[in-house]
Structure formats: C-alpha cells, structure tokens
T-cell receptor, first 109, second 114 residues
Framework: GIQVEQSPPDLILQEGANSTLRCNFS?????LQWFHQNPWGQLINLFY???GTKQNGRLSATTVATERYSLLYISSSQTTDSGVYFC???????????FGTGTRLQVTL | SQTIHQWPATLVQPVGSPLSLECTVE??????LYWYRQAAGRGLQLLFY??????ISSEVPQNLSASRPQDRQFILSSKKLLLSDSGFYLC?????????????FGDGTRLSIL
C-alpha cells in the first residue's frame, strides 16, 4: 500500500516564528488532507487539497501531486498551534485514508 | 449541519472483558463510516470501513469487529479485550458518492486495558 512520510518528526518553535512541514507519499493519490490533533486528541481538518495552494489565515498548504509531496506552512506561530500535524492520503474507493507519521509541534513563549 | 458523536469518551477495562464503542452521525444520510485506532505516540490506522448497512470491510487482522445495524450507527466490538487493544479510537464519516470526499472525525474514545 501507499506510504506517507512526514518531516520533521518533532519541531520546537518560539512564538512568532514560521515553519514548513513536509509530507511525501509513495504513490499517486486521489486527494490529500492535513489535520491538526490538539492536546485533547481532537482531529481538526485544516486543508483538503489534491493540488495547488490554499490559505486559511496564518496557515497555507501546497500540494504538488506530480512530485508526490505536500507542504504545510505555519506563519507567526502561536502556542495554540502546538500539537501533532498529520497529512493523510486518499487512495482507492470509499475515500479510504492512509495517515502519515505526524509532526509534533511545540510552540514556546 | 452534520455532527458525529462517539461514546464513551474514556474507558478502562480489564483484560478479557468485552467491548462496545458506539458512533452515530446526524444530519446526513448514507454516509461512509470508518473506525481508526491510534496507539500512543503513533499515527492513525484504519481498522474498518462501511459503505452501507451490514457492509463492513476490515483493513487489518485483529481482535476487534465492527457492525453497522443502522444507516448512521457504527459499533466497534470485542468479545475479549487484549492489552494490545489499548489506544485512542476515532470514528469518522464521509459523504458517499460524488468522488473522493473528505472525512470528518469524532472526538474519540480513549481505551485503557488493565
């Protein structure tokens, strides 16, 4: 099956800093989704992005499907951005998702 | 609007006891439904998915089973829990049909096996 890898695995930022999270996938995908898992375990949808670039406030995402990667940009980070960021790839039918390994982000004051 | 509910939020069970976790979706009909497990410090792994009542597909061999007795109800069960069944269980739904649709997740059940 498809492999989804994320980097870096861990990231510590000072509040106000910018960061880029990367997601590589081993095969072509039907679509790609970015999630933020907060400290309480809730998975929050960030972007549903098969290709191109989308922006939502301080966050933006870019997927280059032909090169099998996606990037999540966080600008002017805040402590509330802390948590784990997952990318997940849609393959096959029934909208099945394969999750990446995650990037654990800690934003400090 | 659509909502998804999971219960209980937290559960502590002894080894060998049975399990039943429930997930219901409101505000939509004929959804695809999914069960995932997240081990501590790990990513999410798809366990089961369902495209209709009574239709269950298993993704990995395991000690668990799933059932869909009603259109918007998805149940995760076990007859005898193992220590390795500990983890965070999440239910999700997506619109059926119209191509690939985004999944929406519940708040999860944290299961500890003693």
């Amino acid at each position: 099956g498809i492999q989804v890898e994320q980097s870096p695995p861990d990231l510590i930022l000072q509040e106000g800093a910018n960061s880029t999270l990367r997601c590589n996938f081993s095969d072509s995908v039907n679509n790609l989704q970015w999630f933020h898992q907060n400290p309480w375990g809730q998975l929050i949808n960030l972007f549903y992005i098969p290709s191109g670039t989308k922006q939502n406030g301080r966050l933006s995402a870019t997927t280059v499907a032909t090169e099998r990667y996606s990037l999540l940009y966080i600008s002017s980070s805040q402590t509330t951005d802390s948590g784990v960021y997952f990318c997940a790839a849609y393959t096959g039918t029934a909208s099945k998702l394969t999750f990446g390994t995650g990037t654990r982000l800690q934003v400090t004051l | 609007s659509q909502t998804i509910h999971q219960w209980p939020a937290t559960l502590v069970q002894p080894v060998g006891s049975p399990l039943s976790l429930e997930c219901t979706v409101e505000g939509t009909s004929n959804p695809n439904l999914y069960w995932y497990r997240q081990a501590a410090g790990r990513g999410l792994q798809l366990l089961f998915y369902s495209v209709g009542i009574g239709q269950i597909s298993s993704e990995v061999p395991q000690n668990l089973s799933a059932s869909r007795p009603q259109d918007r109800q998805f149940i995760l069960s076990s007859k005898k829990l193992l220590l390795s069944d500990s983890g965070f269980y999440l239910c999700a739904w997506s619109v059926r049909g119209g191509g690939i649709q985004p999944q929406h997740f519940g708040d999860g059940t944290r299961l500890s096996i003693l």
